[in-house]
């Protein structure tokens, strides 16, 4: 199967428009993705499915991730004059990265036995813009995925044929799988706690002193 | 009361004397029908008591009710999530009087290696009463077997007048259990305090 470079050369050459950015992996893995953009998602994905040397015709994975704003450091080595002698120095360059929410699909071929090639989608933002178009109609078993992506994290994929909450009930109104998801003070007692629960039991004392 | 001597006597010619409370609690207790319904991988384990190997029915208790109307033991097998726990309850305010609970497993009677997320319910004692719990993950056919016994002995051991009689002889006592709904973040109430009541723990230097 051909690189995700000649694979980004060849989408942008037929779909007008299209904005795709290959995401390194620094983990062992290295298995890198291609980051698409939302307005030509159902476009590339039906060049991904139709294509006669591609024909991924099976989502076997769609599974969510929740970024958090965060700072980029980066090393960049310049060269500069000090005392009269050129030097070689590291600055770290720090860049704010607005959250987002990301909706990664993997894909593979069932009729030419590649794969996978993973896709992702990003949400302008957390907050308000958390909108991704849905690529059910593509791939059909991305269905109940896609829903668990919406009752975990927040996203709203639409032209979905069935968005609702799948495994949370309706009525709901948390994300859990977000990363600032709060938990409700369902603590009760635990005979020796530690860690983790030892705050837990901390903030429901804490709680209970107040109320009282 | 009988005497234990002419009672022994008159065993020993083919006429055994007993209490009504005994025959009517040996009956009981040998007839414990189970209702058919299983919530995770400890079902699994509650078929294969049920199958020849374990022989359920050796105590009387292989018929699986796929009705609550004609079940007299909910055996919660497995792990009840907060989505779930409406369904088990309302299910067990269902069943008809007497009614047993046998919570079998690590997550029925704690939540388990679940109890610190936000999606389990940290034991379905918090909304029903329980009879008797069994530990495990998921507990041995064994255990569910030994379980089964202890509510036998259980219900054998009941009295029918006194104080401690069962709840379905008692007119005061409650037949069904407030189902929990469900709010925006939690089960509301999280617990029903008439039924449980988290253990003050107390420590001796």
Redesign the interface.
């Known amino acids: 199967m051909e690189t995700l470079e000649q694979l980004k050369t060849r989408i942008e050459a037929s779909i007008q428009g299209a904005r795709l950015e290959v995401i390194a992996n620094e983990s062992p893995s290295a298995q890198r993705s291609l980051l698409i953009d939302p307005e030509h998602a159902v476009g590339i994905a039906k060049f991904l499915r139709n294509d006669p040397q591609l024909r991924f015709d099976y989502a076997s994975n769609v599974t969510g991730v929740d970024w958090l704003d965060t700072v980029l450091k980066e090393k960049v080595k310049t060269k500069k004059v000090v005392d009269g002698v050129e030097k070689e120095i590291e600055e770290i360059i720090e860049k704010k990265r607005p959250g987002f929410l990301e909706a990664v699909y993997h894909l593979y071929s069932m009729e030419l036995k590649h794969g996978p090639v993973i896709i992702r989608m990003r949400t302008a933002n957390r907050a308000d813009q958390v909108h991704l178009p849905s690529l059910t109609p593509i791939w059909r078993g991305c269905e109940f995925q896609e829903r668990e992506i919406f009752d975990l994290y927040g996203v709203v994929f639409d032209c979905h044929p069935d968005l609702r909450r799948i ?8 994300y ?1 799988m977000r990363k600032d ?1 709060v ?2 003070d ?1 603590y ?4 020796t706690a530690h860690d ?2 030892l705050e ?1 039991s901390k903030k429901h004392e804490a709680f209970g002193k107040a109320m009282t | 009361m009988i005497d234990e001597g002419l009672r022994s006597e008159l065993s020993k010619q083919g006429i055994f004397t007993l209490k009504l409370e005994e025959l009517y609690n040996w009956g009981r207790k040998n007839s414990v029908w189970p209702l058919q319904f299983g919530l995770a991988c400890c079902a699994i384990e509650m078929i294969a008591t049920s199958m020849a190997r374990y022989d359920l029915a050796r105590f009387g208790a292989e018929v699986f009710r796929p009705s609550p109307r004609q079940a007299d033991l909910m055996i919660v097998a497995g792990t009840v999530t ?2 779930m726990a409406p369904q088990v309850i309302r299910l067990y305010n269902q069943m008809p009087e007497p009614k047993y609970v046998i919570a079998m497993g690590a997550c029925a009677i704690s939540g388990g290696p679940f109890k ?1 997320g ?2 389990v319910l ?1 034991g379905i004692d918090r909304y029903i009463p329980v009879d008797v719990h069994i530990p495990g993950c998921p507990p041995r056919p064994e255990a569910l077997l030994h379980a089964f016994m202890t509510l036998q002995k259980k219900i054998e051991e009941q009295s029918l007048t006194s104080a401690q009689r069962p709840r379905h002889l008692d007119a005061n006592a409650p037949s069904e259990f407030p189902i929990p709904r ?5 089960l509301e109430p ?2 029903n305090r008439n039924v449980w009541q ?4 107390t420590r001796t230097e």
């Open positions: 495994l949370m009930w309706e009525g709901f109104q948390d859990p998801y938990e409700p369902d009760e007692y635990e005979p983790k629960v837990k | 907060k989505k610190q936000y999606n940290k469900y709010g925006a973040h939690d999280p617990s988290p253990p003050t723990v």
